[in-house]
T-cell receptor, first 114, second 115 residues
Framework: AQTVTQSQPEMSVQEAETVTLSCTYD???????LFWYKQPPSRQMILVIR??????QNATENRFSVNFQKAAKSFSLKISDSQLGDTAMYFC???????????FGGGTRLMVKP | EPEVTQTPSHQVTQMGQEVILRCVPI?????FYWYRQILGQKVEFLVS????????KSEIFDDQFSVERPDGSNFTLKIRSTKLEDSAMYFC?????????????FGEGSRLTVL
């Protein structure tokens, strides 16, 4: 079974600054997929960024980028130029190779301060 | 933009009662999921469903839980005899034909309160 760990329950960052959210995971699979989801106060989870484990290049999506270290089983999210609208819970998630089970970490509550 | 819709948004029930939570996935999606989030805790996988059968389920998804796709559009989660610890937010999600590379689209959730 997979486990996903987010060691930072809460973080805060000043508007326009950069923040990095940590995520580690444990799996015996070699091929899998990793995601960061955002859950704003409205509750609906939204995909922020995804990474295929077989790709060495780190995924980037506008102000969001990841640092994927496969050997270390680490998948951190960097948010550049933080905006007030980035305030939310952020969940790291692992999708198994079969694609039928997405496992979430415990979440990191991010507060962007003006 | 297509979205996953869930009803009810909030349901209060007495312990021991049966509850059915309903979801309408995105119309051309093939994979369906239920997750739950107990207040202040992590989002937990319950079950995935594909081709009219359960594809994977967690240890949480015991005999009191069942899922069904009764009419080709709805995807339901039934809890036969609710317990206090079933109080949680339940999220439905769906994904397209290639879940590995596609994202899961989540509904806004159904809050279940068991008294």
């Amino acid at each position: 079974a997979q486990t996903v760990t987010q060691s930072q329950p809460e973080m805060s960052v000043q508007e326009a600054e950069t923040v990095t959210l940590s995520c580690t995971y444990d799996t015996s699979e070699n091929n899998y997929y990793l995601f960061w989801y955002k859950q704003p106060p409205s509750r609906q989870m939204i995909l922020v960024i995804r990474q295929e484990a077989y790709k060495q290049q780190n995924a980037t999506e506008n102000r969001f980028s990841v640092n994927f270290q496969k050997a270390a089983k680490s998948f951190s999210l960097k948010i550049s130029d933080s905006q007030l609208g980035d305030t939310a819970m952020y969940f790291c998630a692992f999708l198994n190779n079969a694609g039928n089970m997405l496992t979430f970490g415990g979440g990191t509550r991010l507060m962007v301060k003006p | 933009e297509p979205e996953v819709t869930q009803t009810p948004s909030h349901q209060v029930t007495q312990m021991g009662q049966e509850v059915i939570l309903r979801c309408v996935p995105i119309s051309n999606h093939l994979y369906f999921y239920w997750y739950r989030q107990i207040l202040g805790q992590k989002v937990e996988f319950l079950v995935s469903f594909y081709n009219n059968e359960i594809s994977e389920k967690s240890e949480i998804f015991d005999d009191q839980f069942s899922v069904e796709r009764p009419d080709g559009s709805n995807f339901t989660l039934k809890i036969r005899s609710t317990k206090l610890e079933d109080s949680a937010m339940y999220f439905c999600a769906s994904s397209g034909g290639v879940p590995k590379t596609g994202e899961l689209f989540f509904g806004e959730g159904s809050r279940l309160t068991v008294l």
